[in-house]
């Protein structure tokens, strides 16, 4: 059996090379088939185990992806330059080892990276066969083909060992011995594509013709040194017009000129030329000077003449143009004097005139720019800037007045809205008010709010008193139990107006008793009393409210019949806590009021542990005809007759928590909307963190836009591992509750389908990108590292979701998915502790979170979106893989967020409060 290398970049292909891999150990056996990242011990130098093992390697396999010479480190270089890079490491070994064949592997359809992109040590692997292994559904029958190659099946000629031979004759220049292994190549019919034989004899060919032409080369230079010399010599006897003919002429046939002869040649000759052209324009300008030309333009004639040829001036030309200027500046400066006193004077005329001054500003300026600002010898700069402040305070009044005048306008029309203006214009101008506007504006208010609440009280009394009557109308029809509540609650709103004593009324017992209740059997009613705490009086608050509310669902069973004539109790909405705990003791009805459906919840602070309980039974106070007309708060009271096994001491207090109860159930019944579970709503209202165990806890589960969430609350945990770089250091990560999808996105949820068709299996094939826009148009987000890992782990940090051992059949993997994946929720055995499903398996699954080292933190940049080239995190594994390790809930994985594979899905997560 041949001892099997696979080298490959994680970032790359490790998806590829975990299957190519499983598939050769298969064949070969683990003890011939290394793979870096299951093989190397810890603490290892593995560039000194990597030698060690290519040493006895007889094949390496370089495993070449899409990705493969792009991949870059942290500062954004390819690591392919990097001479400590892994991977370089390893192929430079193997191409120097001459025991180990190197064999690139191309991955997905790609092709071999050009030479000029690779190092220098590396260029060799360019011209090596490489087979291809496509992706599905190619991928297994590509793997075949490379397996009997490996094994050496239908072998026939020993092509590698012919190519082996040819390139040291090669590289040695034996062109001869080259030509005729090609020809043997050649004929063998086995030359693999990337050794292109007609390539190598056409190489080989020009190689041997530039031999040739090299030297005919080297006689030509021995003749063209033979000439140069006689050139040379003629130099020094020839004018140079006729030595530089001669030496185009030799140009043409030669290029041989070691000392810069030719140079030198051409300078001296053009030194000539530009003397005899200085010469001519020097003259000419003479000429100009003579017949008195206009001396400035002669002054930039000559200045660009000695750009050209220096400070060359044999007859002082310099000083007689200079001379002519200055007599024409002196007549110049003599006019431009007489036109700026002219100018002065003519503004000076303009300012006596009153003109504007904002023209007179301009005009200064533009005469300050022209005649410099030195030049004002009669002060007329200040004469205008005083002009120009009297001016800007005739403006300030007339402003300052025209917005008090707006002011008084609206002291008429609206005193409120003067009120601001006043306040704006106080602020603009301080203690200006002539007419005393503030005294006005405040008195004008005062009056419009007298005014205002004298409206407002008469609006409230008529409103009390409509209410009144209304009270009133159900005493006077002898309705003692509704006008008793509409009482009650008419004086939340109003307390102590009762004008016509409808609470004393109310107060007085009704004539007559019902006849199967004794008086000792009957419980007297009050409207309020206070809650009393502590030892045996909260214990009876309890069983007396339980018992209420069994009772009560009872009396409705049998008696009771709904508005519309049905026989069925009424319904009793149901309630919702508060999220901050109380002092009440609450019940909380689900939307069928049945016995089991109750939860009764007793604050801490009421907690007891008194014993023995009392004994209740009851009996409904209440007529066939009222249960018909009973509202849906269940306003009536039922009277309650009860055998205590307690002291007489406490039945006094037990009446007083009777009364309690009943307002207690008069609130719960008040509230609508809830549709979780009792448990469930106890979970979420009360605001709970998440439990000490995960075992403790009841899955919530609630849809959102269409897609099934679970309930993750608050709560700390152990995140990462010491199985792995990656997830070390081990620390404790704590998060706010949040949402995450029941399942990964199916296909039917995403709107079409991957690389295998169903609408419940997951959505596959998809980028990070793809996966995040989907979320977010659900109104959703990926989950964090932290959160996927949270919700598969919990509080005890379980390492798998259904705890601490690796169960398969829990799990959708290469060993029971038949190649691809199945529908989500077909293992339910791998439901994590908050309900969410295959969390380990099926697909890989794409998180909102940059791949970085630990420890995690949700401010480090990791979770930044502007980021679109870093890699992403994976979690969960899937189909494909096969060993365990790939499984846990720690496991970490990442690649390129342009990248997608057959293995790749994802899931959404929400906020809590969204």
């Known amino acids: 059996m041949p001892r099997i290398f696979i080298s490959y970049r994680r970032a790359d292909s490790a998806m590829a090379a975990g299957r190519i891999h499983d598939r050769l150990v298969a064949v070969f056996g683990p003890e011939n088939i290394f793979k870096d990242v299951d093989d190397i011990p810890p603490g290892e130098d593995f560039r000194i185990f990597i030698a060690k093992e290519i040493a006895r390697t007889d094949i390496m396999l370089v495993l070449i992806g899409a990705q493969w010479l792009n991949v870059r480190d942290n500062l954004g270089s390819r690591r392919l330059t990097n001479p400590a890079d892994y991977v370089r490491i390893e192929i430079e070994t193997g191409l120097k080892n001459e025991h180990c064949r190197v064999v690139p592997v191309l991955l997905g359809g790609t092709s ?75 004929q063998s019919g086995r030359a693999p594509n990337v050794f292109n034989v007609e390539v190598y004899e056409q190489t080989i060919r020009q190689e041997m013709a530039r031999e040739e032409a090299e030297r005919q080369q080297q006689e030509k230079q021995d003749k063209a040194r033979i000439e140069y010399r006689a050139i040379r010599i003629m130099a020094q006897h020839e004018e140079i017009e006729q030595v530089w003919e001669c030496w185009q002429i030799y140009c043409k046939t030669y290029d041989y000129d070691p000392d810069g002869f030719g140079k030198k040649l051409a300078q001296k000759l053009e030194e000539k030329r530009i003397a005899e052209r200085r010469d001519r324009e020097y003259n000419a300008l003479l000429e100009q000077v003579t017949q008195n030309a206009d001396p400035e333009t002669l002054q930039r004639v000559l200045s660009q003449f000695r750009q050209q040829f220096g400070d060359y001036d044999p007859e002082q030309l310099a000083a007689v143009i200079a001379e002519q200027i200055a007599v024409r500046q002196s007549t110049e400066r003599q006019r431009q004097e007489q036109e700026r006193e002219q100018e002065y004077g003519f503004l000076f005329v303009r300012l006596a005139q009153r003109d504007d001054l904002a023209k007179l500003q301009i005009l200064w300026k533009a005469f300050q720019e022209r005649y410099g600002v030195e030049y004002d010898p009669d002060g007329f700069a200040n004469r205008l800037a005083e002009a120009e402040r009297i001016r800007a305070q005739q403006l300030f009044l007339d402003q300052r007045q025209t917005a008090y005048d707006r002011v008084w306008q609206a002291v008429k029309s609206d005193p409120r809205n003067a009120r601001q203006l006043m306040a704006d214009f106080a602020q603009t101008y301080a203690d200006f008010d002539p007419d005393r506007l503030s005294e006005i504006i405040t008195a004008k208010i005062l009056e419009l709010q007298e005014a205002e609440h004298q409206r407002e009280q008469e609006a409230f009394e008529r409103f009390r008193a409509d209410e009144y009557v209304k009270v009133r109308a159900l005493a006077e029809r002898d309705q003692r139990k509704k006008a008793d509540k509409a009482l009650l609650s008419f004086q939340k709103k109003y307390p102590d107006y009762d004008p016509d004593g409808i609470g004393e009324w109310l107060a007085q017992p009704p004539p007559q008793e019902p006849e199967s209740a004794t008086p000792d059997q009957v419980i007297p009613r009050e409207r309020k009393a206070p809650l009393r705490r502590g030892g045996l009086v909260i214990s009876a608050v309890v069983v007396v409210f339980g018992v209420v509310a069994l009772g009560l669902v009872f009396a409705l069973d049998l008696l009771g019949g709904n508005q519309d004539g049905s026989k069925s109790p009424p319904r009793v909405s149901p309630t919702r806590l ?122 919530i589960i609630q849809t959102m836009d269409g897609l099934p969430y679970v309930y993750v609350p608050a709560g700390c945990f152990m995140m990462g591992s010491e199985n792995g770089d990656d997830e070390r250091p081990v620390h404790e990560v704590c998060l706010d509750a949040f949402w995450i999808g029941q399942t990964e996105i199916t296909n039917v949820q995403y709107g079409s389908e991957g690389n295998f068709s169903g609408a419940n299996r997951p959505r596959e094939n998809v980028t990070w990108f793809e996966a995040r826009d989907f979320c977010e148009s659900q109104g959703a987000r990926l989950p964090t590292e932290a959160e996927w890992e949270y919700a598969a782990r919990g509080p005890e940090s379980w390492m798998y979701p259904w705890r601490s051992e690796f169960v398969a059949d829990n799990v959708v993997y290469s060993g029971n998915s038949g190649g691809q994946t199945a529908e989500v929720g077909s293992k339910p055995g791998g439901t994590s502790w908050v309900g969410a499903l295959d969390m380990s398996g099926n697909v890989w699954e794409w998180l909102s979170s940059i791949y970085r080292w630990y420890p995690y933190s949700l401010t480090d940049g990791r979770e930044g979106i502007e980021d679109i080239d870093s890699g992403r995190a994976l979690r969960g594994g899937s189909f494909v893989n096969s060993a365990t390790d790939d499984f846990r809930s720690a496991n970490r994985n990442a690649i390129l967020p342009t990248d997608g594979g057959n293995g790749i899905g994802f899931r959404c997560a929400h906020d809590a409060e969204g």
């Open 578 to 699: 508060a999220a901050t705990p109380t002092n009440d003791i609450i019940i909380i009805p689900t939307s069928t009021l049945t016995a089991t459906e109750f939860i009764v919840v007793i604050p801490p602070t009421l907690e007891s542990d008194v014993s023995p309980m009392p004994t209740l039974t009851w009996t409904p106070t209440m007529s066939a005809a009222d249960i018909e007309n009973l509202e849906a708060d269940v306003s009536p009271m039922p009277t309650l007759t009860w055998t205590p096994t307690m002291s007489a001491a406490d039945i006094e207090n037990t009446v007083q928590a009777l009364v309690a109860t009943r307002n207690a159930i008069e609130t719960s019944t008040a509230v609508r909307g809830l549709t979780l579970t009792a448990a469930a709503e106890l979970a979420q209202l009360t605001g709970t963190l998440a439990p000490a165990r995960n075992t403790d806890w009841t899955p």
């Open 112 to 186: 071999m990276p050009p030479a000029p992109d690779l190092p220098d040590s590396m260029q060799d692997m360019v011209f090596l066969n490489a087979p291809s292994v496509r992706d599905d559904p190619d991928f297994n029958r590509d793997v075949d083909r490379l397996i009997r190659w490996l094994r050496g099946e239908n072998v026939e000629f020993d092509i590698q060992a012919a190519i082996d031979e040819f390139y040291p004759l090669y590289r040695a220049r034996r062109w001869g011995s080259a030509l005729e292994l090609l020809n043997k190549i050649r």
